[in-house]
Protein backbone atom coordinates (compact mmCIF):
# COMPACT_ATOMS: atom_id res chain seq x y z
CA UNK A 1 0.00 0.00 0.00
CA UNK A 2 1.01 3.33 -0.57
CA UNK A 3 2.89 5.28 1.92
CA UNK A 4 0.00 7.77 2.79
CA UNK A 5 -1.41 4.32 4.09
CA UNK A 6 -0.02 5.16 7.14
CA UNK A 7 -1.78 8.26 8.39
CA UNK A 8 -5.04 7.42 9.73
CA UNK A 9 -8.73 7.60 8.88
CA UNK A 10 -11.57 8.28 10.68
CA UNK A 11 -14.11 6.00 10.62
CA UNK A 12 -17.44 4.74 11.90
CA UNK A 13 -19.37 1.47 11.42
CA UNK A 14 -23.36 1.62 11.65
CA UNK A 15 -24.94 -1.39 12.83
CA UNK A 16 -22.05 -1.59 15.20
CA UNK A 17 -24.12 -4.17 17.78
CA UNK A 18 -24.57 -6.65 15.05
CA UNK A 19 -23.05 -10.08 14.00
CA UNK A 20 -21.67 -8.24 11.01
CA UNK A 21 -20.55 -5.28 12.75
CA UNK A 22 -18.96 -6.69 15.52
CA UNK A 23 -16.85 -8.58 12.88
CA UNK A 24 -16.34 -5.26 10.55
CA UNK A 25 -14.48 -4.07 13.98
CA UNK A 26 -13.00 -7.49 14.51
CA UNK A 27 -11.60 -7.10 11.03
CA UNK A 28 -10.31 -3.68 11.09
CA UNK A 29 -8.33 -4.85 13.85
CA UNK A 30 -6.68 -7.72 12.28
CA UNK A 31 -5.89 -6.30 9.24
CA UNK A 32 -4.01 -3.36 10.36
CA UNK A 33 -6.41 -0.30 8.88
CA UNK A 34 -4.81 2.48 9.36
CA UNK A 35 -7.37 4.13 11.98
CA UNK A 36 -7.24 7.71 13.42
CA UNK A 37 -10.60 7.71 14.94
CA UNK A 38 -13.28 5.16 15.91
CA UNK A 39 -16.98 5.72 16.39
CA UNK A 40 -19.72 3.11 16.73
CA UNK A 41 -23.46 3.49 15.89
CA UNK A 42 -26.73 1.42 16.41
CA UNK A 43 -30.25 1.50 17.32
CA UNK A 44 -31.89 4.18 19.77
CA UNK A 45 -32.11 0.54 21.78
CA UNK A 46 -28.44 0.02 21.79
CA UNK A 47 -27.09 3.24 21.91
CA UNK A 48 -25.56 4.16 25.26
CA UNK A 49 -23.56 0.59 25.55
CA UNK A 50 -20.11 0.25 25.42
CA UNK A 51 -17.63 -2.04 22.48
CA UNK A 52 -14.33 -2.44 23.10
CA UNK A 53 -11.71 -0.82 20.52
CA UNK A 54 -8.38 -1.68 20.55
CA UNK A 55 -8.27 -2.19 24.02
CA UNK A 56 -10.65 0.77 24.91
CA UNK A 57 -14.40 0.78 25.48
CA UNK A 58 -16.13 3.06 23.25
CA UNK A 59 -19.97 3.91 23.91
CA UNK A 60 -22.13 3.17 20.89
CA UNK A 61 -23.90 6.28 19.44
CA UNK A 62 -27.53 6.28 18.14
CA UNK A 63 -27.70 6.79 14.40
CA UNK A 64 -29.02 9.67 12.99
CA UNK A 65 -28.63 11.75 9.83
CA UNK A 66 -26.87 14.69 11.68
CA UNK A 67 -24.14 12.40 13.16
CA UNK A 68 -20.99 11.92 10.76
CA UNK A 69 -19.83 15.14 10.56
CA UNK A 70 -15.99 14.55 10.56
CA UNK A 71 -16.36 10.57 9.44
CA UNK A 72 -14.36 9.53 6.45
CA UNK A 73 -15.79 6.04 6.14
CA UNK A 74 -18.81 4.59 7.16
CA UNK A 75 -19.27 0.86 7.64
CA UNK A 76 -22.81 0.13 7.10
CA UNK A 77 -24.49 -2.96 8.56
CA UNK A 78 -27.83 -1.78 10.32
CA UNK A 79 -30.57 -3.25 6.64
CA UNK A 80 -31.88 -1.79 4.01
CA UNK A 81 -34.27 0.67 5.56
CA UNK A 82 -31.65 2.49 7.38
CA UNK A 83 -28.91 2.41 4.51
CA UNK A 84 -31.37 3.98 2.81
CA UNK A 85 -32.47 6.84 5.00
CA UNK A 86 -28.42 7.60 6.37
CA UNK A 87 -26.42 6.48 3.61
CA UNK A 88 -26.87 9.87 1.49
CA UNK A 89 -27.03 12.09 4.55
CA UNK A 90 -23.29 10.46 5.72
CA UNK A 91 -22.46 10.69 2.37
CA UNK A 92 -23.42 14.60 2.15
CA UNK A 93 -21.24 14.57 5.22
CA UNK A 94 -18.11 14.08 3.05
CA UNK A 95 -17.76 9.82 4.33
CA UNK A 96 -17.50 7.17 1.40
CA UNK A 97 -19.94 4.80 2.33
CA UNK A 98 -19.55 1.33 2.01
CA UNK A 99 -22.91 -0.42 2.54
CA UNK A 100 -23.56 -4.03 3.07
CA UNK A 101 -27.49 -3.81 2.75
CA UNK A 102 -29.01 -4.70 -0.51
CA UNK A 103 -30.60 -1.02 -0.91
CA UNK A 104 -28.08 0.28 -3.25
CA UNK A 105 -26.48 -2.69 -4.95
CA UNK A 106 -28.36 -2.61 -8.19
CA UNK A 107 -28.61 1.35 -8.44
CA UNK A 108 -26.75 2.06 -11.75
CA UNK A 109 -24.43 4.88 -10.40
CA UNK A 110 -23.31 3.05 -7.69
CA UNK A 111 -20.55 0.87 -7.61
CA UNK A 112 -20.99 -3.16 -6.62
CA UNK A 113 -17.51 -3.96 -5.77
CA UNK A 114 -15.42 -7.34 -4.44
CA UNK A 115 -11.88 -6.43 -4.82
CA UNK A 116 -10.70 -9.52 -6.26
CA UNK A 117 -13.07 -9.06 -9.19
CA UNK A 118 -13.66 -5.32 -9.70
CA UNK A 119 -11.63 -3.05 -8.13
CA UNK A 120 -11.52 -0.08 -10.41
CA UNK A 121 -15.13 0.24 -10.09
CA UNK A 122 -14.71 1.97 -6.91
CA UNK A 123 -13.14 4.81 -9.09
CA UNK A 124 -16.83 6.00 -10.53
CA UNK A 125 -18.14 6.31 -6.77
CA UNK A 126 -20.22 9.38 -5.94
CA UNK A 127 -20.13 8.85 -1.88
CA UNK A 128 -21.58 5.07 -1.38
CA UNK A 129 -20.00 1.88 -2.72
CA UNK A 130 -22.26 -1.32 -2.04
CA UNK A 131 -21.02 -4.77 -1.12
CA UNK A 132 -22.48 -7.68 -2.83
CA UNK A 133 -24.46 -10.80 -1.29
CA UNK A 134 -22.43 -13.00 0.66
CA UNK A 135 -23.18 -15.90 -1.30
CA UNK A 136 -22.87 -13.94 -5.16
CA UNK A 137 -19.12 -12.71 -3.38
CA UNK A 138 -17.81 -16.22 -2.77
CA UNK A 139 -18.77 -17.16 -6.29
CA UNK A 140 -17.45 -14.05 -8.29
CA UNK A 141 -14.19 -14.38 -6.61
CA UNK A 142 -13.86 -18.21 -7.72
CA UNK A 143 -15.44 -17.76 -11.08
CA UNK A 144 -13.89 -14.65 -12.34
CA UNK A 145 -10.23 -16.32 -12.92
CA UNK A 146 -11.98 -18.82 -15.31
CA UNK A 147 -14.02 -16.02 -16.72
CA UNK A 148 -11.63 -13.63 -17.59
CA UNK A 149 -9.55 -16.57 -19.47
CA UNK A 150 -12.43 -18.31 -20.87
CA UNK A 151 -15.80 -16.53 -20.76
CA UNK A 152 -19.08 -18.44 -19.00
CA UNK A 153 -22.21 -18.65 -20.53
CA UNK A 154 -24.33 -20.16 -18.16
CA UNK A 155 -23.96 -20.56 -14.10
CA UNK A 156 -26.27 -23.24 -12.15
CA UNK A 157 -25.63 -22.74 -8.25
CA UNK A 158 -26.83 -24.54 -5.15
CA UNK A 159 -26.15 -22.51 -2.01
CA UNK A 160 -25.78 -24.34 1.75
CA UNK A 161 -26.02 -20.91 3.69
CA UNK A 162 -25.45 -20.85 7.47
CA UNK A 163 -27.67 -19.54 9.57
CA UNK A 164 -25.35 -17.03 10.30
CA UNK A 165 -26.68 -15.23 7.42
CA UNK A 166 -29.17 -13.79 9.48
CA UNK A 167 -27.20 -12.78 12.01
CA UNK A 168 -27.28 -13.64 15.93
CA UNK A 169 -30.88 -14.37 15.65
CA UNK A 170 -30.44 -17.19 13.81
CA UNK A 171 -27.51 -18.34 15.41
CA UNK A 172 -29.54 -18.77 19.09
CA UNK A 173 -32.49 -20.29 16.89
CA UNK A 174 -30.68 -23.23 15.79
CA UNK A 175 -28.43 -23.36 18.95
CA UNK A 176 -31.62 -23.54 20.84
CA UNK A 177 -33.72 -26.05 18.60
CA UNK A 178 -30.66 -28.47 18.25
CA UNK A 179 -30.96 -27.73 22.31
CA UNK A 180 -34.49 -28.57 22.55
CA UNK A 181 -34.13 -31.99 20.06
CA UNK A 182 -30.90 -32.93 22.20
CA UNK A 183 -33.87 -33.17 25.52
CA UNK A 184 -36.13 -34.98 23.37
CA UNK A 185 -38.35 -31.66 23.04
CA UNK A 186 -38.59 -31.10 19.43
CA UNK A 187 -42.75 -30.62 19.62
CA UNK A 188 -41.52 -27.46 21.67
CA UNK A 189 -39.54 -25.78 18.77
CA UNK A 190 -41.26 -22.70 17.62
CA UNK A 191 -39.99 -21.26 14.64
CA UNK A 192 -39.12 -17.42 14.85
CA UNK A 193 -36.58 -16.40 12.12
CA UNK A 194 -37.32 -19.26 9.61
CA UNK A 195 -40.72 -20.66 8.18
CA UNK A 196 -39.63 -24.06 9.38
CA UNK A 197 -37.80 -25.13 12.29
CA UNK A 198 -33.92 -24.98 10.94
CA UNK A 199 -32.16 -28.48 13.26
CA UNK A 200 -31.53 -31.18 11.55
CA UNK A 201 -33.18 -29.60 8.64
CA UNK A 202 -32.93 -27.69 5.19
CA UNK A 203 -35.16 -24.56 4.40
CA UNK A 204 -35.26 -24.07 0.67
CA UNK A 205 -36.45 -19.94 0.89
CA UNK A 206 -33.60 -17.53 1.62
CA UNK A 207 -35.67 -13.88 1.91
CA UNK A 208 -39.12 -13.76 0.00
CA UNK A 209 -40.68 -14.93 -2.58
CA UNK A 210 -41.63 -13.45 -5.80
CA UNK A 211 -44.47 -13.55 -7.63
CA UNK A 212 -43.19 -15.87 -10.05
CA UNK A 213 -41.10 -18.46 -7.27
CA UNK A 214 -38.29 -17.15 -7.53
CA UNK A 215 -36.48 -15.86 -3.90
CA UNK A 216 -34.95 -12.46 -3.67
CA UNK A 217 -31.90 -14.61 -3.13
CA UNK A 218 -31.85 -16.34 -6.20
CA UNK A 219 -32.63 -13.05 -8.16
CA UNK A 220 -29.71 -11.09 -6.07
CA UNK A 221 -27.31 -13.38 -7.48
CA UNK A 222 -28.12 -13.24 -11.03
CA UNK A 223 -28.25 -9.45 -10.95
CA UNK A 224 -25.10 -9.02 -8.77
CA UNK A 225 -23.06 -11.69 -10.88
CA UNK A 226 -23.82 -9.35 -13.93
CA UNK A 227 -22.59 -6.45 -12.50
CA UNK A 228 -19.92 -7.28 -10.59
CA UNK A 229 -17.96 -9.44 -13.28
CA UNK A 230 -19.39 -6.99 -16.22
CA UNK A 231 -21.27 -10.03 -17.98
CA UNK A 232 -24.42 -8.66 -18.67
CA UNK A 233 -25.28 -11.39 -20.94
CA UNK A 234 -24.39 -14.46 -18.35
CA UNK A 235 -27.45 -17.18 -17.61
CA UNK A 236 -27.32 -17.57 -13.68
CA UNK A 237 -29.89 -20.04 -11.82
CA UNK A 238 -29.35 -20.11 -8.73
CA UNK A 239 -31.49 -22.47 -5.65
CA UNK A 240 -30.86 -20.98 -2.17
CA UNK A 241 -31.43 -22.77 0.94
CA UNK A 242 -30.34 -22.52 4.84
CA UNK A 243 -29.00 -25.31 6.75
CA UNK A 244 -27.97 -26.21 9.89
CA UNK A 245 -24.10 -24.75 9.93
CA UNK A 246 -23.62 -21.71 12.61
CA UNK A 247 -20.95 -20.31 9.96
CA UNK A 248 -19.73 -19.93 6.59
CA UNK A 249 -21.71 -20.71 3.21
CA UNK A 250 -21.00 -23.57 0.68
CA UNK A 251 -21.98 -24.04 -2.72
CA UNK A 252 -22.24 -26.40 -5.77
CA UNK A 253 -21.59 -24.82 -9.08
CA UNK A 254 -21.97 -25.56 -12.41
CA UNK A 255 -20.69 -23.72 -15.13
CA UNK A 256 -20.98 -23.66 -19.14
CA UNK A 257 -17.92 -21.71 -20.47
CA UNK A 258 -17.80 -20.73 -24.21
CA UNK A 259 -14.70 -23.38 -24.89
CA UNK A 260 -13.75 -26.50 -23.15
CA UNK A 261 -11.68 -25.78 -19.94
CA UNK A 262 -10.53 -29.23 -17.91
CA UNK A 263 -10.40 -29.66 -14.68
CA UNK A 264 -6.49 -29.60 -14.28
CA UNK A 265 -6.61 -25.84 -16.20
CA UNK A 266 -9.29 -24.78 -13.94
CA UNK A 267 -7.40 -26.05 -10.85
CA UNK A 268 -3.94 -23.83 -12.03
CA UNK A 269 -5.93 -20.86 -12.82
CA UNK A 270 -7.34 -21.05 -9.52
CA UNK A 271 -3.94 -21.84 -7.62
CA UNK A 272 -2.92 -18.57 -8.21
CA UNK A 273 -6.00 -16.37 -8.32
CA UNK A 274 -6.29 -13.42 -5.57
CA UNK A 275 -8.22 -14.55 -2.38
CA UNK A 276 -8.73 -18.17 -3.69
CA UNK A 277 -7.25 -21.46 -1.93
CA UNK A 278 -8.15 -24.75 -3.81
CA UNK A 279 -8.16 -27.81 -1.92
CA UNK A 280 -9.04 -30.52 -4.38
CA UNK A 281 -7.92 -34.17 -3.69
CA UNK A 282 -10.53 -36.83 -4.05
CA UNK A 283 -7.66 -39.41 -3.33
CA UNK A 284 -7.54 -38.05 0.03
CA UNK A 285 -11.30 -36.57 0.60
CA UNK A 286 -9.86 -33.28 0.27
CA UNK A 287 -12.12 -30.51 -0.06
CA UNK A 288 -13.62 -27.59 2.03
CA UNK A 289 -16.40 -27.82 4.35
CA UNK A 290 -18.03 -25.13 6.48
CA UNK A 291 -17.40 -26.05 9.48
CA UNK A 292 -13.26 -25.66 9.35
CA UNK A 293 -13.04 -22.48 7.14
CA UNK A 294 -15.83 -20.49 9.44
CA UNK A 295 -13.17 -17.60 10.40
CA UNK A 296 -11.29 -17.77 7.46
CA UNK A 297 -11.18 -14.62 4.55
CA UNK A 298 -10.23 -16.68 1.87
CA UNK A 299 -12.60 -18.47 -0.95
CA UNK A 300 -12.42 -21.84 -1.24
CA UNK A 301 -12.46 -24.38 -3.77
CA UNK A 302 -12.92 -28.29 -4.06
CA UNK A 303 -14.43 -31.04 -6.24
CA UNK A 304 -13.38 -29.66 -9.77
CA UNK A 305 -14.77 -31.98 -12.18
CA UNK A 306 -16.33 -31.83 -16.27
CA UNK A 307 -19.68 -32.50 -16.86
CA UNK A 308 -21.64 -33.29 -19.54
CA UNK A 309 -25.02 -31.73 -19.34
CA UNK A 310 -22.92 -28.44 -20.44
CA UNK A 311 -21.14 -28.23 -23.75
CA UNK A 312 -18.06 -27.03 -21.73
CA UNK A 313 -18.98 -27.94 -18.38
CA UNK A 314 -17.17 -27.64 -15.51
CA UNK A 315 -18.54 -28.46 -12.09
CA UNK A 316 -17.20 -27.31 -8.38
CA UNK A 317 -17.77 -26.90 -4.62
CA UNK A 318 -17.22 -23.34 -2.95
CA UNK A 319 -16.92 -22.40 0.65
CA UNK A 320 -16.18 -19.25 2.17
CA UNK A 321 -17.65 -17.89 5.64
CA UNK A 322 -20.27 -15.72 4.89
CA UNK A 323 -19.65 -13.01 7.93
CA UNK A 324 -16.78 -12.41 7.09
CA UNK A 325 -15.39 -12.75 3.58
CA UNK A 326 -19.33 -12.45 2.62
CA UNK A 327 -19.35 -9.37 4.54
CA UNK A 328 -17.12 -7.69 6.83
CA UNK A 329 -13.75 -8.61 5.46
CA UNK A 330 -15.08 -7.39 2.15
CA UNK A 331 -16.38 -4.13 3.33
CA UNK A 332 -12.62 -3.80 4.71
CA UNK A 333 -11.33 -4.94 1.99
CA UNK A 334 -13.12 -1.94 -0.33
CA UNK A 335 -11.66 0.16 2.20
CA UNK A 336 -8.42 -0.70 1.67
CA UNK A 337 -9.11 -0.30 -2.18
CA UNK A 338 -10.02 3.49 -1.83
CA UNK A 339 -6.79 3.99 0.37
CA UNK A 340 -4.55 2.26 -2.53
CA UNK A 341 -5.89 4.12 -5.11
CA UNK A 342 -5.53 7.31 -3.47
CA UNK A 343 -9.86 8.41 -3.14
CA UNK A 344 -9.45 8.84 0.85
Request: aromatic share 6%; with cysteine.
Amino acid sequence: MRDHMTRGYDLAIIGATGLVGRTMAQVLEERQFPVKSMRFFASARSAGTKLCWRGQDVVVEEARPEAFKSVQVALFSAGGSTSKELAPAAARAGAIVIDNSSAWRMEADIPLVVPEVNPEDVDKHSGIIANPNCSTIQMVVALNPLHQVNPIRRIVVDTYQSVGGTGNKGVSELREQVELTAEGRADEIEPRVYPYPIAFNLVPQIDTFLEDGWCREEVKMLYETRKIMHAPNVKVVATTVRVPVFSAHSEAVHVDFTNPMSPAEARRLLAKAPGVIVEDDPSRSLYPTPREKAGRDEVFVGRLRSNDVFDNGLSMWVVADNVRKGAATNAVQIAEVLVQRGLL
